[in-house]
């Protein structure tokens, strides 16, 4: 059952083991969806969750304090694909590229082409069709970059199964500390950042169900024509 506070807190970055110490954005949703208190509520896909907590942790007191009015939406934003969470840490990862310089530019590159291998259940070597179309399109700028990391990841082997586990929130945040150490407006792109990743999460949500529905009305339609 969601409970609605009448106040918005006072949020604060990192994890708190009791709701008096504070809370941040995650444990203030785990609190609205009626969950045990924590930062990684079961409301929430895991990935969006990384990225709620990253943004968290990395913008402003003042920006920090604007994200409260998210975590409504955030306690309805539940997995409904397995594979979504590749989707949101490409999108972190490529928004976070244009801000990055070397080092970071290649840590970030491997991480999107790690993210799509990994994606087609590989766990080493790499090709050109592994790419998923908004990766090609985010690194037409960084050809050498692109050279190099192909190379890196063609000598590293990481199971599909210990990149979601390890590889997506180390991506994710990367992505996040770049954006906020690297824009000048830093915490209005963290915020524009979280706000896509949960439109794309919401928007996987609203296509899943459109199958079931077209089937009920298949189904309404063969009983009518019956009759």
Do not use: K
């Amino acid at each position: 059952m969601r409970r609605i506070p009448d106040a918005l807190p006072f949020l604060s970055p990192g994890r708190h083991r009791r709701r008096r110490h504070g809370v941040c954005l995650m444990e203030y949703t785990s609190i609205i969806a009626g969950e045990r208190f924590s930062d990684h509520p079961r409301c929430t896909d895991p990935a969006l969750a990384a990225v709620a907590r990253a943004v968290n942790d990395y913008s402003s007191a003042a920006g920090r304090q604007r994200l409260a009015e998210l975590a409504s939406d955030l306690s309805v934003a539940s997995r409904t694909d397995p594979g979504l969470g590749y989707a949101v840490a490409r999108r972190c990862l490529l928004t976070a590229l244009p801000y990055a310089e070397q080092p970071r530019r290649h840590v970030l590159v491997v991480g999107v082409l790690g993210l799509d291998r990994a994606s087609r259940d590989m766990s080493r070597g790499w090709r050109p069709d592994f790419v998923d179309v908004d990766t090609e399109l985010g690194l037409m700028p960084y050809d050498r970059e692109l050279a190099d990391a192909t190379a890196f990841l063609r000598e590293l082997r990481v199971t599909p199964r210990e990149y979601v586990r390890r590889g997506l929130p180390f991506a994710i945040e990367t992505a996040v500390a770049t954006i906020a150490e690297e824009a000048t407006d830093a915490d209005d792109q963290l915020r524009a950042l979280l706000e896509d990743c949960l439109y794309d999460v919401r928007r996987a949500a609203a296509l899943a169900q459109v199958p079931s529905a077209m089937c009920a009305a298949s189904s309404d339609t063969s009983v009518s024509s019956q009759r």
